[in-house]
């Protein structure tokens, strides 16, 4: 027995089946708005996170997992997504050949050397956006709906929005320096991390969790106060959309993220299940100034956000927010004797190949034992194959839910299935893939209501494909 790896964990079954409606639902989402997905390595250069997410954060600082490769070089396993992006962006050269923002969505497993607890794992997956480029107020804006509105997609009602800028320089300089000023007072009595945080970038002391720290932090100069006239201006007029678009949140004057790059509007989603769990921030991003040209890009600006996917999962199942996502299949075979096995392996083969998900029981069970592994199995139809049906070139069919069974020639089969299916789901998985006309053998097909393709055509089945609308 192998221990699984602290602060790792399996996703598996049901579980897998609930992070991919997450990520496949966000990436439908993403596309709508244009989104691309980017697929970077998990392994980078360690000077990429050095540089971008910046020597200040804690996670340069203490939770990025660098090793040196054979051949020497520094090399770090993710702990981010928006670094790797947009490196992708200025090695593709994509700022010099397409329309701006470009904008890229990506998915995947992430690392840091945190302490695990609930909501935080040390290998973790994101899904992110990035729309880089861009200065407007109404592109940060953009970016801000887009994942407000994935979590109301998701089923998320009460979810909460907190947001701060961080200003622009002539703002940062002045409230660095008040902030200095007051911590100056307080930082010998403050949490190591912060005696650091102090030297290096005096802003994310606020960003400390330590309970004693939270009480100096609380009575610390506001960045409201030091607003420059153009950074109040953006501010104000991203929080006049936020109100014209119905999406309610709160300023957050504390609010400073983990990540060196981020300069103006920054923004996480909050979200307490109805039992009281609450795992941390579920998505959190902001608008970075600099970071495309710190990665080697040209001067321009970018805004995105992450979601973490095990903290999503987690609240929505709390709150049992997934939909049915059954995994049942549609039929299971019970052939009794050597000659039905036979002839189940390839009615089953052919049956997955037009979309049917089958099982088989090909060990010597009673009939009873098979019942109860179809049952197991979640199966709709069970299909038994006794040697006499056989020898008549039948089968019999019963339907799981209503115990119903019926005898049916096999040549019937198939178009008893499709009516069977059509019925029970009217958007059946099969429907862009089934035979529409009912027929199993394509020589009887001559259905000119659509489009056939016969790529089948040695097969006996009918495998016309409906042609989509
Ligand atoms: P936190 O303040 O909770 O540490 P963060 O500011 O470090 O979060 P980001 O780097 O912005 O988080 O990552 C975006 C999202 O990824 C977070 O909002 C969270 O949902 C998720 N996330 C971050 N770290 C972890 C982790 N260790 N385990 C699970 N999810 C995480
Ligand atoms: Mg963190």
Do not use: W
């Amino acid at each position: 027995m192998f221990n699984i790896v602290k602060g790792t964990h399996d996703v598996i079954k049901e579980e897998a089946k609930k992070y991919s409606y997450i990520e496949e639902a966000l990436a439908n989402f993403a596309t709508i708005y244009g989104y691309k997905e980017f697929r970077t390595p998990i392994i980078e250069n360690s000077e990429l996170f050095t540089r971008s997410v910046g020597n200040s954060s804690d996670i340069v600082r203490k939770e990025m997992y660098t090793f040196e490769d054979k051949g020497g070089r520094s090399i770090t396993l993710r702990p981010e997504m928006t670094a790797g992006t947009i490196r992708s962006m200025v090695n593709e050269k994509l700022f010099a050949i397409q329309d701006y923002p470009v904008k890229a969505f990506y998915c995947g497993p992430n690392f840091r050397y945190e302490r695990p607890q609930q909501g935080r794992y040390r290998q973790f997956n994101q899904f992110g956006v990035e729309c880089a480029g861009v200065t407007t107020v109404e592109r940060d804006v953009e970016v801000i709906a887009l994942a407000y509105s994935m979590l109301q997609f998701l089923g998320f009602e009460d979810v909460k929005l907190s947001i701060n800028t961080l200003g622009d320089e002539e703002t940062r300089t002045n409230y660095k320096n008040a902030l200095k000023e007051y911590f100056s007072k307080h930082v010998d009595n403050m949490c190591s991390d912060c005696k650091e945080r102090f030297n290096l970038n005096i802003m994310r002391i606020l960003d400390c969790k330590v309970e004693s720290d939270r009480k100096i932090i609380d009575k610390a100069p506001k960045i409201s106060s030091y607003l420059s006239t153009n950074a109040k201006e953006k501010f104000d007029k991203t929080l006049n959309y936020l109100k014209d678009l119905d999406i309610p949140y709160v300023i957050d004057e504390e609010l400073v993220r983990g990540l060196d790059y981020y300069t103006g509007i920054v923004f996480e989603f909050h979200y307490t299940s109805k039992n009281g769990n609450n795992y941390g921030a579920i998505c959190a991003g902001g608008h970075y100034g600099h970071l495309i040209s710190e990665i080697g890009g040209p001067d321009l600006e970018g805004v995105g956000f992450a979601f973490g996917i095990e903290r999503l999962a987690k609240v929505m199942e709390d709150d049992g927010l997934f939909p049915d996502l059954d995994d049942g299949i549609d039929l299971f075979i019970m052939p009794i004797g050597e000659k039905a096995r036979n002839f189940s392996v390839s009615l089953a083969y052919n049956l997955r190949n037009l979309f049917f998900s089958t099982e088989i029981c090909y060990e010597d069970k009673s009939f009873s034992q098979m019942f109860k592994k179809a049952e197991r199995r979640n199966a709709k139809l069970a299909l038994i194959i006794g040697e006499n049906e056989l020898e008549k070139k039948e089968v019999t069919l019963k339907d799981l839910n209503t115990k119903e069974q019926e005898t049916i020639k096999i040549d019937d089969l198939l178009k008893v299935l499709y009516k069977y299916f059509e019925q029970d789901e009217h958007n059946h998985e099969h429907s862009e893939h089934e035979c529409c006309c009912g027929h199993h053998s394509h020589q009887d097909c001559d259905n000119d209501d659509h489009e056939c393709h016969h790529e089948h055509d040695e097969s006996d089945h009918c495998c016309c494909h409906k042609h989509e609308k």
